[in-house]
T-cell receptor, first 116, second 113 residues
Framework: AQKVTQAQTEISVVEKEDVTLDCVYE???????LFWYKQPPSGELVFLIR??????QNEISGRYSWNFQKSTSSFNFTITASQVVDSAVYFC?????????????FGKGTRLSVIA | NAGVTQTPKFRVLKTGQSMTLLCAQD?????MYWYRQDPGMGLRLIHY???????AKGEVPDGYNVSRLKKQNFLLGLESAAPSQTSVYFC????????????FGPGTRLTVL
């Protein structure tokens, strides 16, 4: 069965610091997809990125970057020069074609607080 | 283009009461989902639908029913609400299942007294 572990429950950083959010996943499939979502204090879930299992290239989008390593089953998310607006709960999620009754499995989330 | 909308945004029920949550999407997505979010638990799938007229159970289906009579709407029903169903409910939709991104509605905060 698929599983996503976000070991960091809460992280607190000072503005302008870099911060990495960890995500470790388990799946028996060779084809799968990984996602990151952001949930700001307002409560909505905002899609950030999707990555398929055959694309191990790192991704950079502005201050955000993602490091996908199949060898360690990890899909970590780094925010460079953090800002107060980055304060949110971040969820990592896993989806695979043989997922049965759970098409998308979420981790329990990491709450990031960026202090001015 | 409103994306995914949910009605109502907040609701308070007494134990034993019933209610229906409405989800609507205007992206012509085939797949729709209902999740609940509880503190420290992340999001858990209640039911989902792979197309009009179809429904399937997710991880935590007990106490809930769903219907997908129209492609754009996905209803979640609580027949006899219990305090354990106090939660934030999110609806999502996607073009496909595993491969495609799920887009979420703003959520409904439900309290059962």
């Amino acid at each position: 069965a698929q599983k996503v572990t976000q070991a960091q429950t809460e992280i607190s950083v000072v503005e302008k610091e870099d911060v990495t959010l960890d995500c470790v996943y388990e799946t028996r499939d060779t084809t799968y997809y990984l996602f990151w979502y952001k949930q700001p204090p307002s409560g909505e879930l905002v899609f950030l990125i999707r990555r398929n299992s055959f694309d191990e290239q790192n991704e950079i989008s502005g201050r955000y970057s993602w490091n996908f390593q199949k060898s360690t089953s990890s899909f970590n998310f780094t925010i460079t020069a953090s800002q107060v607006v980055d304060s949110a709960v971040y969820f990592c999620a896993l989806s695979d074609p043989h997922s049965g009754n759970t098409p998308l499995v979420f981790g329990k989330g990491t709450r990031l607080s960026v202090i001015a | 283009n409103a994306g995914v909308t949910q009605t109502p945004k907040f609701r308070v029920l007494k134990t034993g009461q019933s209610m229906t949550l409405l989800c609507a999407q205007d992206m012509n997505h085939e797949y729709m989902y209902w999740y609940r979010q509880d503190p420290g638990m992340g999001l858990r799938l209640i039911h989902y639908s792979v197309g009009e007229g179809t429904t399937a159970k997710g991880e935590v289906p007990d106490g809930y029913n769903v219907s997908r009579l129209k492609k754009q709407n996905f209803l979640l029903g609580l027949e006899s609400a219990a305090p354990s169903q106090t939660s934030v409910y999110f609806c999502a939709s996607s073009y496909g299942q595993a491969a495609d991104t799920q887009y979420f509605g703003p959520g409904t905060r439900l309290t059962v007294l």
